[in-house]
């Protein structure tokens, strides 16, 4: 069985004082990916895991959620300098707005803009449609969602892989509830489906619906970064 750690990151900032939480500097941000491609890393895409029954030493998946301009900005050019693949993951109500779900500060990717991206580098998954907790959400309320999604993945044409990052890492978390928000994601047809969890997968997964992801902080030092590739987030950190 291999190891499959996938890292989880948001907004990429210039500033290192501001390096805190869901942003990490752009210093920082090229120290773990120059680790990554001087270590040997090799980086997957969700679709690139199918009909694999194994992984080589050193896989890893890179994931960035909400697609902010940000991220277009300072992230793709590190992604394309050490020629790392990454998943993005779009709450589409937002595209070519602001992330209204937190303070509106950040400006989401347009449609353009997401269309232009490599896509040997990046691969666009689901990110809900409007960012909001799935467990708060009533069957009939999932089903419009999901088809709010599909209606404007079609009508702008976009090429969107079958995975989603749910959001907030949050899902359904009763047994009953849960088998109803997977029978919805299956209808829509969803592979793959990330929570956070703070830990490294084995691969092949046990349950392609309560995928682990890791959460790299803005204050990760290094250090800290090489250790959650290792083993995922400690109560001390």
């Not at 069957?139 to 995975?163: G, R, S």
Request: charged share 30%; with cysteine; aromatic share 14%.
């Amino acid at each position: 069985m291999s190891k499959l750690p996938i890292l989880m990151y948001h907004n990429v900032v210039e500033d290192d004082s501001k390096s805190l939480d869901l942003s990490i500097s752009i210093s920082k941000l090229e120290s773990q990916f120059k680790f990554l491609h001087d270590n040997n890393y090799k980086t997957f895409h969700f679709r690139d895991l199918e009909n694999l029954k194994e992984l080589p030493k050193k896989s890893i998946i890179i994931t960035f959620d909400d697609v902010t301009e940000c991220q277009l900005t300072y992230a793709v050019p590190l992604l394309e300098k050490y020629q790392l693949k990454a998943s993005f993951f779009i709450p589409f109500s937002f595209v070519g707005n602001f992330d209204y779900w937190i303070e509106g500060k950040e400006k989401i990717m347009s449609v353009e803009q997401l269309k232009k991206l490599d896509s040997n580098l990046i691969e666009l998954g689901h990110h809900s449609f409007e960012h909001k907790r799935y467990e708060a959400l009533s069957k009939e309320e999932l089903e419009v969602d999901f088809a709010k999604c599909n209606t404007f993945i079609k009508e702008n044409q976009l090429d969107i892989k079958p995975v989603l990052a749910y959001p907030f890492g949050n899902y359904p978390k009763s047994n009953a509830e849960f088998a109803v928000f997977e029978k919805i994601m299956r209808e829509n047809g969803i592979k793959y489906g990330l929570r956070i969890g703070n830990r490294v997968n084995d691969f092949p997964f046990k349950n392609n619906y309560l995928i682990k992801r890791i959460d790299i902080k803005g204050e990760d030092n290094l250090f800290r970064f090489r250790l959650k590739l290792k083993i995922g987030k400690l109560k001390l950190f």
